[in-house]
């Protein structure tokens, strides 16, 4: 006999059947269960639980790591999700070193600046192809202001840097500008306060084309001082592992994040 | 309002313990009580003795009630060898497995950014003077073949390469009795790429 009372109660929650996705951080949850923070293509960032994950043997706790790239299912109507399935979906990318922390350094980025649950199925793209680029890349500072680049246009605020902010001139190589967060690229004037970026820099970081030596640093500031007022206060964890493995153990003035 | 009763007090309590959940607290209270006061009473004891008067050993960061635990106190371990591990439960591992008779280094975890563990959190500066202070010849990293544990186990190397002490790191392979048809993708690829000559 059908049971009348509740209907709603004998709903299942909604499934979500086989999509690609990359864990971005895990953590221990009770003893034998994982807490990720997902980026799904399709779905976004969003929590979810691996049951059992950690118990012996279990293949999933090896596969729920960073930068394996994954085939999942989750079910559940909450914010937390749980995971059905976990398979592989080719080989973890394997990143060392500066690529590392690169790589943690865009998980960062993601978790502090996706809202949850917005599918930014481009992104999903672009974080892909990075992380390929940085197992190979030995240019990381091209490869990051790229994505620091997309990140921003994805979340609304791109920057237009070939064009001059209130004239609508087109930037030229060998002019000197500077920029301000709100109104754009600004011509930089004999005695302008602000940290100057040449022309070409900012053509550079425009076109996509890879970055000289010397306009790295200048990018690298542009991007910083872009991402600043959406990433609040808390200064980011993986820069500062950064500097800390790289500048004060090797002296090394670049620093790519 | 009803007073919060001892019993219940107690039940809450024994829920801290890894895997108690409020029916597990609830039969350990009744045992204790009914079958086993003194069982109770000793444990009580050692419980707060113990939680008082346990800290990490000064030189390699274990627990120990005394300033130096017993392995670094002991004068017939070899100082040349050190090995790295994240927890002080898998130098009682490595004890039981190994006929390892080197020192110890305790990290309490991992590098993970985005926690905010970082060098500092895993007494790396404790590390890298002992490496400069004592005669390491060789350093062995046993910490868990996660991502973060790849960026530990590099970071460390890339310290201890600067005192010229030559870093090993413990295989990763199938396990014993292992079959390889059930062994994870990842594992068999660093099993294979580690074959060793016969």
Avoid at chain 1, 99 to 112: H, S
Avoid at chain 1, 173 to 180: G, I, K, P, Q
Avoid at chain 2, 130 to 144: T, W
Wanted: hydrophobic letters at 40%; a neutral charge; glycine letters at 10%.
């Amino acid at each position: 006999m059908q049971n009348p009372v509740n209907p709603v109660h004998f709903e299942n929650p909604p499934v979500v059947q086989g999509f690609q996705g990359f864990v971005l951080h895990r953590r221990d949850y009770t003893n034998t269960s994982l807490l990720l923070e997902v980026f799904g293509s399709g779905q976004g960032r969003f929590p979810a639980i691996a049951k059992g994950a950690r118990r012996p043997r279990n293949p999933a706790s090896a596969l729920l790591q960073p930068f394996q790239p994954l085939w999942l299912a989750v079910v559940g109507r909450g914010e937390v999700r749980t995971l059905t399935r976990i398979e592989g979906a080719g080989r973890p990318i394997s990143l060392q070193g500066r690529a590392l922390l690169a790589g943690f350094y865009l998980n960062e980025l993601l978790i502090r600046l996706l809202g949850r649950q917005d599918p930014h199925d481009r992104l999903f793209d672009s974080y892909q192809a990075a992380l390929a680029q940085l197992a190979k890349a030995d240019d990381l500072d091209t490869l990051l202001r790229q994505f620091e680049l997309r990140l921003l246009a994805e979340l609304g605020y791109g920057l237009t840097l070939d064009r001059e902010a209130d004239s609508g001139e087109p930037v030229r190589a060998d002019r000197s500008y500077y920029f301000e967060i709100e109104r754009g690229v600004q011509t930089a004037a004999p005695g302008t306060r602000e940290p100057i970026l040449s022309g070409s820099t900012l053509l550079a970081l425009a076109r996509g084309i890879s970055l000289e030596p010397t306009q790295r640093h200048e990018a690298r500031r542009l991007c910083r001082q872009a991402l600043a007022p959406h990433l609040g206060e808390r200064p980011l964890q993986s820069r500062e592992l950064y500097r800390r493995w790289y500048g004060d153990l090797h002296r090394i003035e670049h620093e790519p994040a | 309002m009803t007073e919060r009763s001892l019993l219940n007090q107690l039940i809450d309590a024994l829920r801290c313990l890894p895997g108690v959940g409020p029916k597990s607290a609830q039969r350990i209270a009744f045992h204790l009580l009914e079958r086993n006061r003194e069982g109770g009473a000793r444990l009580a004891q050692i419980m707060a003795d113990a939680m008082l008067r346990i800290q990490r050993c000064r030189r390699c960061r274990t627990l120990s009630e005394h300033e130096l635990c017993g392995i670094c106190a002991n004068p017939r371990r070899d100082a040349g060898l050190l090995c790295v591990v994240e927890q002080p439960s898998e130098i009682v591992a490595i004890e039981q497995a190994t006929d390892f008779r080197g020192l110890y280094f305790v990290l309490g975890g991992r590098l993970s950014p985005l926690d905010g563990i970082g060098p500092d959190e895993l007494g790396l500066d404790v590390l890298e003077s002992r490496l400069h202070d004592e005669p390491v010849s060789e350093l062995i990293l046993a910490i868990s073949p996660t991502v973060e544990g790849s960026a530990t186990a590099h970071y460390i190397a890339d310290s201890a390469a600067r005192h010229g002490v030559r870093v090993t790191r413990i295989a990763h392979g199938v396990p014993l009795g292992g079959e390889l048809e059930y062994v994870d993708g990842g594992t068999l690829a660093l099993a294979f790429s580690g074959r060793r000559a016969l």
